[in-house]
C-alpha cells in the first residue's frame, strides 16, 4: 500500500463529505460557470430551465471524481498543473459554445455532449499525473504538494521510499579534483528541502561533517591517496527527516603520466619551416642572403655587355 493508504482514507472520507470535483476546485471554472448561469442562459435558455439545468451541469462536474482508482490512473489527487490543464481545456469548449451562440435544446445537447467528453479528457490528465508526476522518486523522501479532489484541500503528501539511494563509486587520479555530486533529478520538485551535508566515513560509528549547504556538489581540489575512502551525503528536510542518504566510495589513482618529448623531437614538431621562430618567406621572393648575390650578377652581365658592345663599335669605326 505505501503512498496509497492515505488516499484510499481520503476517498473513504469523501463518501461521508460532501464531495467536490476536481475541477471544481478551479477558481476559473466556478467563475466560469456562474458567468454562465448569470450572463448567458438568460437570454439562451427558458428561464424555468435555469435551475435545474445549472443542477445537472455541477452534477455532470462531479461525476468527474467517479473513476476507478487504480495505482497507475487515479487516486483521488492531482497536483497544480495537472488541475490546470483540465481546467483549460474545459474552459477552451465552454467558450467555443457560448461563442456559437447556441441557444434552446441544441445548447443543452452540445453543453452535456462536451461535459462527456471532458470527463474523458479529466481522465487521461489524471493518469498522466499518476504515472510520471505522482512521487517520482525512487528513493528517499520527496515532499509533493497535492490538490485531494473531494475536499479542494491543498497539502503536503510525504513519498516515502527507502532511505538508502545506493553507493556511487567514484575514480579520480592523484593531483586532480574530486567531484561527489549529491543532487537527483527529483529533487527539484521536491517541498520543504533544507541542506546538503557530506561528510568523511571512518567508520562504523565514526565520521567527520566536511560540509554544509545549499549546493549539492562538492568538490575537493588535488587529491591524494589519503583522500581515498567513504563519502556520505544527506539532504535534510524541515520534517527532520533526510530526503537522501548517497554515499561515495572514492579510489585515488596514481597520477597521470604526462610524456614530454625530446628537444630534438620538438624541433621536428615545429615544423621543416620553423627555425628559431623566424618565419620562411613565400616562393619565388628571394631571402635576405639570396638578394645581394642576384643584384651584383646582374650588375657584372650588364657592364659585361657595355665593355663587348663598345669594342664592336671601335672595330666597326677602325674597319669603316
Known amino acids: 500500500m505505501g503512498p496509497q493508504l492515505p488516499f484510499l482514507m481520503a476517498a473513504l472520507a469523501g463518501c461521508l463529505l460532501p464531495a467536490r470535483a476536481c475541477l471544481m476546485c478551479a477558481t476559473k471554472v466556478v467563475e466560469a460557470l456562474d458567468s454562465l448561469e448569470t450572463d448567458y442562459l438568460p437570454g439562451h435558455l427558458a428561464a424555468d430551465r435555469h435551475e435545474s439545468f445549472m443542477k445537472r451541469v455541477k452534477e455532470a462536474l462531479l461525476d468527474f471524481k467517479n473513476l476507478p482508482f487504480q495505482e497507475d490512473s487515479y487516486m483521488g489527487v492531482v497536483d497544480e498543473p495537472t488541475l490546470e490543464n483540465a481546467s483549460w481545456s474545459f474552459l477552451k469548449d465552454l467558450k467555443r459554445i457560448t461563442d456559437s451562440n447556441v441557444e434552446g435544446e441544441l445548447f443543452v445537447k452540445e453543453m452535456f455532449w462536451m461535459l462527456h467528453l471532458q470527463k474523458d479528457v479529466f481522465a487521461r490528465f489524471a493518469a498522466q499525473f499518476q504515472k510520471e ?7 528517499g523522501v520527496m515532499l509533493q504538494s497535492l490538490i485531494w479532489c473531494n475536499s479542494c484541500q491543498r ?12 553507493e556511487r563509486v567514484v575514480l579520480v587520479h592523484e593531483k586532480e579534483d574530486m567531484i561527489l555530486n549529491c543532487e ?3 529533487h527539484r520538485l521536491s517541498q520543504g528541502l533544507t541542506d546538503y551535508s557530506f561528510f568523511r566515513v571512518w567508520g562504523q560509528n565514526s565520521e567527520t561533517l566536511l560540509s554544509e549547504g545549499k549546493d549539492p556538489i562538492l568538490t575537493k581540489t588535488a587529491v591524494t591517496a589519503e583522500d581515498a575512502g567513504v563519502y556520505r551525503c544527506r539532504l535534510g528536510t524541515v520534517q527532520a527527516i533526510p530526503a537522501t542518504v548517497l554515499l561515495f566510495r572514492v579510489t585515488v589513482l596514481p597520477e597521470r603520466i604526462r610524456e614530454e618529448l625530446p628537444s630534438s623531437q620538438a624541433g621536428e614538431a615545429a615544423g621543416p619551416g620553423d627555425s ?3 618565419q620562411r618567406p613565400p616562393a619565388g621572393q628571394p631571402t635576405s642572403t639570396q638578394c645581394p648575390k642576384s643584384e651584383n650578377m646582374l650588375r657584372g652581365r650588364l657592364i659585361g655587355l657595355l665593355i663587348w658592345g663598345f669594342v664592336v663599335l671601335i672595330i666597326g669605326f677602325a674597319t669603316a
Open 155 to 166: 497539502q503536503v503528501h510525504a513519498c516515502r521510499k527507502s532511505f538508502d539511494c545506493g
Open 276 to 278: 628559431g621562430g623566424l
Open 184 to 186: 537527483l533529478n527529483w
Open 133 to 139: 508526476v505522482f512521487c517520482p522518486n525512487q528513493c
